[in-house]
C-alpha cells in the first residue's frame, strides 16, 4: 500500500476532528470565490435595503438560544394590540437576500446542505462573515429578516397571521437556562 496522506498522530488533538471531515467528506474551508462573494457583502443596512420592508426596529425583540450557540439567526417579539389580543412575532434572518439563487455561495450551501457542529467548533453552510455576522440577529443591530405576524386572543387562537419582509432590531440575547429561571420567578440580577 501507499500512503496518500498522514491525518496526525494519535496524540494529535485535532485527530478526530479530521478523521471525521474525511469520513463523511466535510468540507473545511470554502472555494476563493465563495469567500469573496461573502467579503463583498456589505456589512450593514442600507436605506436601499429598507425598500418594501416593514419596519419593526422599535417593537421589543430579543433571540432565545442555549449558552453555547453561536448563531442566532431567529429572534421573537411579542406586543399588546389595541384590541386586547396579542401579535407574536417570529423573525428569521434573510439570509436569501445575500445569497442569490444559483450564486457561488448559493452552490455551496446546497452542496454542503447544513451547518455541522462540534463540541468546540462548527463547519458552517455559509461562509462566517454571513453566519456569523451579517445574517446573524445580534442585539442592537439593524438586520432584515423574514417575520411571521400572528395574532392571538389572550386564549391563544390564532385571528390572522401574515408572512413580511422585515428589517428588526434584536435588543437582547437571552438564554433558555436565563428564560426559564424568569418564567420560575429566580430571576438573576
Do not use: W
Not at 80 to 109: C, K, Q, T, W
Not at 114 to 141: A, K, N
Amino acid at each position: 500500500g501507499r500512503v496518500h496522506e498522514a491525518l496526525g498522530g494519535v496524540d494529535d488533538p485535532d485527530l478526530q476532528l479530521r478523521l471525521i471531515l474525511r469520513k463523511y467528506g466535510l468540507p473545511s474551508a470554502f472555494p476563493p470565490e465563495v469567500e469573496a462573494a461573502a467579503e463583498a457583502v456589505a456589512p450593514q443596512v442600507s436605506l436601499s435595503d429598507l425598500a418594501g420592508r416593514r419596519d419593526l426596529r422599535d417593537l421589543l425583540t430579543c433571540t432565545i438560544d442555549g449558552e453555547t450557540a453561536r448563531d442566532f439567526d431567529d429572534a421573537v417579539s411579542l406586543e399588546l394590540l389595541a384590541n386586547g389580543h396579542l401579535r407574536l412575532g417570529v423573525h428569521i434572518a434573510d439570509v436569501s437576500f445575500y445569497v442569490r439563487e444559483a450564486s457561488p455561495m448559493d452552490r455551496e450551501a446546497a452542496q454542503r446542505g447544513t451547518s455541522v457542529y462540534f463540541p468546540d467548533r462548527v463547519i458552517p453552510m455559509l461562509p462566517g462573515r454571513l453566519s456569523h455576522d451579517i445574517c446573524c440577529l445580534q442585539p442592537e443591530v439593524d438586520r432584515l429578516a423574514l417575520s411571521v405576524l400572528i395574532e392571538l386572543t389572550a386564549d391563544g387562537r390564532i385571528v390572522h397571521y401574515e408572512v413580511v419582509e422585515t428589517v428588526i432590531r434584536s435588543q437582547a440575547r437571552l438564554t433558555y437556562t436565563r428564560v426559564a429561571e424568569y418564567l420560575d420567578g429566580n430571576p438573576r440580577a
